[in-house]
């Protein structure tokens, strides 16, 4: 046996821990979005053959390959500025929540959030009425006033207060339809 290949690649594997970094769990928003840039591969392979017909021994050979792979598409400085939007954009939507929540900067769990979120103030949707009523129920008040003979569905807004209707007692049975004159 080899130990010259075998320390080789002991030193490697020693060598390569060095760089690799723990997998943490990561957030779905605020992760890379798939952005790969390139990979490097590291990979080992021994063959062994028996039809060496000169001195008719087995023979055997043992590789270790080194592999780089480079992605086409978006150059990774352009991919990376992306992710850094989404997350920033990301961050100014839930900031608010944040600010106005004291508690969570009293909470040493949130203390990277909250220094992330200090200072950014978002600015306030000022088209919203002020009788916090959607647009929609104001359009619908509107065609309402405009056409009061027009009955519309779940119609809760204008109109009559108690509706005519009335249901029929448990025990009610219901009429059978009329016959076809036809069959």
Known sequence: MNYYFTGLIILALTILALFVEPAYPRNEYLNDYG??????????????????YSDSNTHEDQYLRFTYRKYLGTDCK???????????L????????V??????????????LVS???????ARDNTRPDDSQ????????????????????NDKLI??????????PKDYILPLPKP???E
């Open 134 to 153: 959607s647009l929609w129920d104001d359009m619908k008040d509107n065609y309402k006033k405009e056409n009061p003979d027009v009955k519309l569905m």
């Open 90 to 97: 990301e961050l100014m939507k839930m900031c608010g929540r």
């Open 180 to 182: 076809k004159e036809n």
């Open 35 to 52: 952005v790969r840039c390139g990979e490097m591969e590291v990979s080992t392979e021994r063959r062994d053959t028996d039809y060496n």
């Open 159 to 168: 109109g009559p207060k108690k509706s005519k209707l009335k249901m029929p």
């Open 78 to 88: 352009t991919a990376k500025e992306n992710v850094a939007i989404k997350q920033q």
């Open 116 to 122: 992330k979120c200090r200072g950014v103030t978002p």
């Open 99 to 112: 600010n106005s929540n004291p508690s969570l900067a009293n909470n040493s769990n949130f203390n990277l």
